[in-house]
């Protein structure tokens, strides 16, 4: 008996060109296809003449799945998880799957290739030696300016994924809370037939999309240019001020606790920041 796999396989992201010839066979050769929309699947499935059964592993019903998954890699099976496009687990489900499956001692195989983010990064221009993925921002403005207002001092770049229906209001709290000149670069369409790739400061982008209501359409990855270091460095300064006092009222883990909420910074940045400044 072969040894039972769980392949991770990334599929395209529009241009079924971009299927790989190495995804193609672990999907033609597996014993079941577990994806995220079978419907969904089936055209990728049909068009590359691929006749292996599916079942669905979605958001809904991941966790009820890993019991039938593992009992059929238990029983010498191989087995390949698809999203509805690009690479499985980001910004997609699969984490609770692929964990418990290398918890039960089975091999997890990566099959690489389409990923949104990185088909936008390399073609943005902007920083890509150092960036951080955000996926969606919440749905609600209030707790999106919030996390926004986290992320303003990031002095890496940032990657989110957005939809059509928010992609509006999105840029409108990036410009409220990023400001107005901060470079941002909205992908929409990657691969697809109306692909676009536009970046200005979020105020000239954001007011070019509203005169082009075809713009506002699709599946975005939006990257923004991360802070300058001059303004992370004040920041700094400043919350080491705020530390200081708070060190004079409070133990350090409260003091680093509350640093966080006023200044944004991380608590452990800010809890070995105060345990320097102790031994000092």
């Given at each position: ?35 995220e929309d079978t419907r969904h699947s089936a055209r990728l499935m049909a068009h590359f003449n691929i006749k292996t059964p599916m079942i669905s592993v979605h958001d809904h019903n991941e966790r009820q799945r890993i019991e039938r998954i593992i009992e059929r890699l ?207």
């Open positions: 008996m072969s040894e039972a796999v769980l392949y991770v396989v990334a599929t395209p992201i529009g241009n079924l060109a971009d299927m790989t010839a190495r995804a193609i066979e672990v999907l033609q050769t597996v014993s079941l296809i577990a994806a238990s029983a010498g099976e191989s087995i390949a998880l698809i999203s509805d496009a690009g690479t499985p687990l980001i910004s997609d489900p699969g984490f609770v799957l692929v964990r418990a499956v290398r918890e039960a001692q089975f091999r997890v195989v990566p099959v690489p290739g389409c990923s949104a983010l990185v088909t936008a990064l390399c073609a943005a221009g902007l920083p890509s030696d150092r960036f951080v993925f955000e996926g969606f921002l919440p749905a609600k403005s209030l707790a999106r300016r919030q996390r926004l207002d986290a992320l303003a001092r990031e002095e890496r770049t940032l990657i989110f994924y957005e939809s059509t229906h928010r992609i509006l209001a999105s840029l409108e709290d990036m410009q409220a809370c990023f400001g107005s000149e901060r470079m941002v670069v909205a992908a929409r369409e990657l691969t697809k037939t109306f692909e676009t790739i536009k970046g200005a400061p979020v105020s000239e982008l954001l007011e070019w999309m509203r005169q082009d209501a075809n713009q506002q359409k699709g599946e975005f990855v939006v990257l923004v240019q991360g802070a300058p270091a001059a303004a992370a460095d004040d920041v700094n300064v400043e919350a080491m001020r705020v530390l200081d006092v708070l060190l004079e009222e409070l133990p350090i883990k409260q003091a680093a606790a509350l640093a966080a909420k006023l200044t944004g910074l991380k608590k452990n940045f800010l809890y070995q920041a105060a345990l320097a400044r102790r031994d000092a």
